[in-house]
T-cell receptor, first 111, second 118 residues
Framework: DAKTTQPNSMESNEEEPVHLPCNHS???????IHWYRQLPSQGPEYVIH???SNVNNRMASLAIAEDRKSSTLILHRATLRDAAVYYC????????????FGKGITLSVRP | GEEVAQTPKHLVRGEGQKAKLYCAPI?????VFWYQQVLKNEFKFLIS????????ETGMPKERFSAKCLPNSPCSLEIQATKLEDSAVYFC????????????????FGDGTRLSIL
C-alpha cells in the first residue's frame, strides 16, 4: 500500500483556520485520498475524501495538489472539539478496500 | 441502527482464556471491517466481510483469531487462548455498497471494545 507522511503534531488557536499537510509521493492513479480523525476514547470518524479535484463538505475542505503527491486538509474555523488525531490515508479504489492507517497528526486547539 | 454498535465496551480476560467481541453494523451496510489498535496511534487491519462472506483476511493471526458475520446476528471476533499481546482496542467498521465501479464508500466506526489480558 502506498504510504503517507504527516507531521507528528500541530497546534492551532480556536476559531482560526487549520491546514493539515500530507505527503504521498508514491500515490497511484487509482488511489483515493481519505482523511479520518479519532477523538479521544472514540473510534475513527470519516472526514472527507477525494481523487483529483478539491472537495468541500460540512466538516472540512480537501485541497489536492495537481500532481496528487500531496494534499491538505483544511478546517476553516477550529473548535476545541476538533482536537484529535487526523489520519491521511490512501485507499485503493473499491468499496471494500481496507484502510491502512499511519501514525497521523495530533492536532491541539488552544482556547 | 444508525451507528455501529460494539459490545462489550470493556472485556478483561486472564491469559489463556477465550475472548469474544461483537459488532452490529449499520443497517443496510454490506461490508464489515475489524481493526486492532494496540498503541495509541497504531491500527492494524484484521479482516473484512461482504455480507457473511470473508473478503480479505490478510491481517488475521490465523492460529487463534476467528471471525464471523452470520445473517440476522451481530458479527463476532473471537480470540482463543489469549495472550498478553492481544491487549488492545478492537474496532469494527461498516460501509455501504457503493454505486458504480470504483466507488469508495466511507467506513463508519464503532467506539471499540477495550480488551485487557491479565
Amino acid at each position: 500500500d502506498a504510504k503517507t507522511t504527516q507531521p507528528n503534531s500541530m497546534e492551532s488557536n480556536e476559531e482560526e483556520p487549520v491546514h493539515l499537510p500530507c505527503n504521498h509521493s508514491t500515490i497511484s492513479g487509482t488511489d483515493y485520498i481519505h482523511w479520518y480523525r479519532q477523538l479521544p476514547s472514540q473510534g475513527p470518524e470519516y472526514v472527507i475524501h477525494g481523487l483529483t479535484s478539491n472537495v468541500n463538505n460540512r466538516m472540512a475542505s480537501l485541497a489536492i495538489a495537481e500532481d496528487r503527491k500531496s494534499s491538505t486538509l483544511i478546517l476553516h474555523r477550529a473548535t476545541l472539539r476538533d482536537a484529535a488525531v487526523y489520519y491521511c490515508i490512501l485507499r485503493p479504489t473499491g468499496a471494500n478496500s481496507k484502510l491502512t492507517f499511519g501514525k497521523g497528526i495530533t492536532l491541539s486547539v488552544r482556547p | 441502527g444508525e451507528e455501529v454498535a460494539q459490545t462489550p465496551k470493556h472485556l478483561v480476560r486472564g491469559e489463556g482464556q477465550k475472548a469474544k467481541l461483537y459488532c452490529a453494523p449499520i443497517k443496510g451496510h454490506s461490508y464489515v471491517f475489524w481493526y486492532q489498535q494496540v498503541l495509541k496511534n497504531e491500527f492494524k487491519f484484521l479482516i473484512s466481510f461482504q455480507n457473511e462472506n470473508v473478503f480479505d483476511e490478510t491481517g488475521m493471526p490465523k492460529e487463534r483469531f476467528s471471525a464471523k458475520c452470520l445473517p440476522n446476528s451481530p458479527c463476532s471476533l473471537e480470540i482463543q487462548a489469549t495472550k498478553l499481546e492481544d491487549s488492545a482496542v478492537y474496532f469494527c467498521a461498516s460501509s455501504h455498497t457503493g454505486t458504480g465501479k470504483g466507488s469508495n464508500q466511507p467506513q463508519h466506526f464503532g467506539d471499540g471494545t477495550r480488551l485487557s489480558i491479565l
